[in-house]
């Protein structure tokens, strides 16, 4: 699905068979898709510090101040 909408893999393979999962609290940060896993437990706690700077590089930021926020 992601191709369909013009984003770039995880910059692994495509062999879903013989591509070996990232090790535990490895991240795939550097591209237009992200995974990581985390010992954590189930809770998304652990990724938000990776989560943050990732999806940063993504969204664009003003630095204008309007009137309705003085």
């Known amino acids: ?3 369909l909408l013009g984003a770039k893999g995880l910059g692994v393979s495509d062999d879903y068979m013989t591509e ?3 090790a535990v ?11 990581r896993q985390h010992d954590g437990g189930h809770t998304d706690g652990p ?3 990776y989560l ?4 940063d590089k993504f969204l664009t930021h003003s630095s204008s101040v309007t009137s309705a926020s003085k």
């Open 1 to 3: 699905m992601f191709r």
């Open 25 to 35: 609290n490895v991240g795939l940060l550097d591209g237009q898709l992200a995974w």
């Open 20 to 22: 070996k999962m990232p």
């Open 52 to 55: 943050i700077p990732w999806a």
């Open 47 to 49: 990724n938000w510090k």
